[in-house]
T-cell receptor
Framework: EPEVTQTPSHQVTQMGQEVILRCVPISNHLYFYWYRQILGQKVEFLVSFYNNEISEKSEIFDDQFSVERPDGSNFTLKIRSTKLEDSAMYFC????????????FGPGTRLTVL | LAKTTQPISMDSYEGQEVNITCSHNNIATNDYITWYQQFPSQGPRFIIQGYKTKVTNEVASLFIPADRKSSTLSLPRVSLSDTAVYYCLVGIYNQGGKLIFGQGTELSVKP
């Protein structure tokens, strides 16, 4: 069964450093998403991406964040200058269509900012 | 956007049937009801979706009354591995596909 993969599983970084979180969505999916979950809190939507551009973004997704699909298979989330409060699990998801029944989530990357 | 209300936590024992009810009084005519499951340290996973009456798949059943102001996720004969957080989501198609998660219901299955 196809699945969404994410690397790394755990990333530790110093405050102010740039991090890139990587995702490989399911191959025939067209819509891609990033969510985050701070420890003990609910899953929060960050951004959706379709046809090589951002479809929608939340208030969390400020200028420090960017997304890219550099090569047709990978989907990346970059945080330019990490803050302590960026520490969270980051989940990538993909779906066949915009209003598809099901979004498939990856296993997540745990980001720890020191 | 329809607000959803579900219990914060539930306890059950192995082999029992578990019913988790979600209230969504402001559900719109074209809103579907979707449930996701999240195990600790994993991403959410789609369980089931419905519009009205009853939907059943290999994992769960979803019961939706005629007024659609609530829905009940039914898990038959739970096992320890069903311990997870269960989220009820409504109206995702009106949100451009993005999923807005609430706090969910933390189900704990005991031996």
């Amino acid at each position: 069964e196809p699945e969404v993969t994410q690397t790394p599983s755990h990333q530790v970084t110093q405050m102010g450093q740039e991090v890139i979180l990587r995702c490989v969505p399911i191959s025939n999916h067209l819509y891609f998403y990033w969510y985050r979950q701070i420890l003990g809190q609910k899953v929060e939507f960050l951004v959706s991406f379709y046809n090589n551009e951002i479809s929608e973004k939340s208030e969390i997704f400020d200028d420090q964040f960017s997304v890219e699909r550099p090569d047709g298979s990978n989907f990346t989330l970059k945080i330019r200058s990490t803050k302590l409060e960026d520490s969270a699990m980051y989940f990538c998801a993909s779906s066949r269509g915009l209003a598809a029944n099901e979004q498939f989530f990856g296993p997540g990357t745990r980001l720890t900012v020191l | 956007l329809a607000k959803t209300t579900q219990p914060i936590s539930m306890d059950s024992y192995e082999g029992q049937e578990v019913n988790i009810t979600c209230s969504h009084n402001n559900i719109a005519t074209n809103d579907y009801i979707t449930w996701y499951q999240q195990f600790p340290s994993q991403g959410p996973r789609f369980i089931i979706q419905g519009y009205k009456t009853k939907v059943t798949n290999e994992v769960a059943s979803l019961f939706i009354p005629a007024d659609r102001k609530s829905s009940t996720l039914s898990l038959p004969r739970v096992s320890l591995s069903d311990t997870a957080v269960y989220y009820c989501l409504v109206g995702i198609y009106n949100q451009g596909g993005k999923l807005i998660f609430g706090q969910g219901t933390e189900l704990s299955v005991k031996p």
